[in-house]
């Protein structure tokens, strides 16, 4: 919903499960490809994600194209 309100577009999304090198603890990961306006405010779709972080306890990373 984050990506939506920001008025982006997902383009590409896949997701896998690896085992953790530390521990060997099965390991979700997801990679998510959105498009964004030129006029997106960037700092609010990073504070929006920063909350979805924190409630699902989960590390999102950001990477520009």
Known sequence: RA???A????VTL???TRLA???GTPVYE???RFDLPA??????LRQR???????LH???????A
Do not use: F, H, K, R
């Open 3 to 5: 990506i939506a309100d």
């Open 7 to 10: 008025d982006g577009n997902i």
């Open 14 to 16: 896949a997701s896998q």
């Open 21 to 23: 090198a530390s521990s």
């Open 30 to 32: 997801m990679e998510m």
């Open 39 to 44: 006029g997106a405010d960037l700092d609010a």
């Open 49 to 55: 994600l920063s909350a979805i972080e924190n409630s």
């Open 58 to 64: 989960v590390e999102i990373t950001l990477s520009p």
